[in-house]
């Protein structure tokens, strides 16, 4: 069975902190995707990126990086020099194999950045 | 392109009525899914759906199913609510919703539905 952990439940940085969020899974497949979602207050989850299981490479975005360490199962988020705005839950979550569709959650980390 | 959009936003019902959900996705996409999402359970895949075809099912009791229309636009149902039915209800859509291999599709949320059962 597939599982995501997101073992931080809630974290609170002051602003311009760097911060990371972690992200551990389990699937017995070759082939899947890991996703990072951002759900502000609104409720609303925004995509923040995808990644293949064929591609390690460590993605940056602004102040957004992402380490992905199959070796490990990981898949980190850190956000440099955070800002207020980035104050949402974020989920990480991995796709079914056989239906990319189908995702399988954490529970979500609580991230607030006090000005 | 507009987002993709769910109606209503918010729903008051009471135990054992029926409820129904729409979402229509972003133009073009084909593949619609709904995740139910609680406090206690997370989010949870219900199903999804593709060219009105249900593809994929989570673990929910039959009281919840869905449909999809020739314009890709979607409707849950839940039937006889019962008081943890209460959640927000997120549909998403996908521009290919290839089963399985390497695809390109990611999935984009709608703002959803959040059902308060009485």
Redesign the interface.
């Known amino acids: 069975a597939q599982k995501v952990t997101q073992a931080q439940t809630e974290i609170s940085v002051v602003e311009k902190e760097d911060v990371t969020l972690d992200c551990v899974y389990e699937t017995r497949d070759t ?1 899947y995707y890991l ?1 990072w ?1 951002k759900q502000p207050p ?6 923040l990126i ?1 990644r ?1 299981s ?1 591609d390690e490479q460590n993605e940056i975005s602004g102040r957004y990086s992402w380490n992905f360490q199959k070796s490990t199962s990981s898949f980190n988020f850190t956000i440099t020099a955070s800002q207020v705005v980035d104050s949402a839950v974020y ?1 990480c ?1 991995l796709s ?13 980390i609580t991230l607030s950045v006090r000005p | 392109k507009a987002g993709v959009t769910q109606t209503p936003r918010y729903l008051i019902k009471t135990r054992g009525q029926q409820v129904t959900l729409s979402c229509s996705p972003i133009s073009g996409h084909r ?1 619609v ?1 709904w ?1 139910q999402q609680t406090p206690g359970q ?4 219900l199903f ?1 759906y ?1 060219s009105e075809t249900q ?2 099912k ?1 673990n929910f009791p039959g009281r919840f199913s869905g449909r999809q229309f020739s314009n890709s636009r979607s409707e849950m149902n839940v039937s006889t609510l019962e008081l943890g039915d209460s959640a ?1 209800y ?1 549909c ?1 859509s ?1 521009d290919q ?7 390109t ?8 539905t ?1 059902l308060t059962v009485l």
């Open positions: 082939t996703f979602y609104s409720g609303e989850l925004v995509f995808r293949n064929f989920f979550a079914e194999p056989g239906a990319n569709s189908k995702l399988t959650f954490g529970k979500g | 593949s899914s995740y997370g989010l949870q895949f999804e593709f593809r994929n989570g927000l997120l998403a996908s919703g290839v089963g399985g291999g390497l695809s599709d990611t999935q984009y949320f709608g703002p959803g959040r």
